[in-house]
């Protein structure tokens, strides 16, 4: 599929998740297949202002590429004001966020909670396309609740006013992150618009995915939770859906030693205190589902550098 210009190859996206989908995991993901990976979710708002820790957030690397920036907020003049700041990094397309359930930012009337009011959505997406000739994406959910289910009317909104692709993720804001997806809403979004549609939620292999492809004839997928600790996710996607070939999850000693490398990314880009902070719930998830986990995840809850990992990793791998 194309995002405006840019040309899209692979099948599986990874979603930009906050806290997570930092520049380490997307370079670890783009290296497994991803076919794209975006920054975490921003604050036009902080960036406006000119929040260094914003900025920080924008920044890309060429072995993540292709990578969209995504932001969120409400005002339209004031994203238009923030689009100034993103395009110094020179990101490959920039992404909307009208989806994030977070209590924080649809409390504040920002993600999820603009799903109430499809013109605003309208006219921040117009205010940002006025101000660049970057590819312009939105990411939505299929409405507020179940009673306000508005995926078409928000997504035919989104490509009125200058969106060349969307994501929409199979789920309320009410439901955040509960079953089932509604793949029957994705479809519907598919058959309502000409530009790409991005199915999001519950895609966790090659099976999944081909499931979401059948049920919605969306043009790509996106993973968020499914990747968590599991980056090579995107290779048993492509893997399944060009030669219909089932990769099983990888060895042990493999998967730590996939750990062990993306925390030294995240030291690497943000330094060892940080980084090591940061890689507890990352250790967490790659040893989710191996003998002993709960003991290890205690020893990993208590991490304080990257050679304790080590130790730790070395253990896992030769007790499995």
Known sequence: MNIGDLHIEGF???????????????????GYGAAFTE???ISAKALS???KKSYELMHITNGERPTGIQLFG??????????KSVETENPDFIDFNFGCPAPKIAGNGSGSALLKTPDVIGEILKSASSVTDKPITAKIRIGWDNETKNAVETATTIEKNGAVAITVHGRTRAQM????????????V???VSIPVIGNGDITDGQSAALMFEKTNCDLLMVGRGALGRPWVFAQINAYMTEGR?????PVSERMRVMVNHVKKICEYKGEKIGIKEARKHAAWYIKGIRNAAEYRQSVGLLESIEQLEEIAYKISISN
């Open 49 to 51: 202002m000119g929040d």
């Open 190 to 192: 598919k058959n309502a």
């Open 39 to 41: 920054s975490e979710m």
């Open 12 to 30: 599986a996206a990874l979603a930009p998740m906050a806290g997570v989908a930092d520049r380490a995991f997307r370079e670890i993901c783009r």
């Open 246 to 250: 089932i990769l099983p999850e990888p």
């Open 177 to 188: 992150y509960a079953p089932p997806v509604d793949t029957e809403a994705i479809r519907e």
């Open 74 to 83: 409400n005002s339209p003049e004031i994203i238009e004001k923030a689009m």
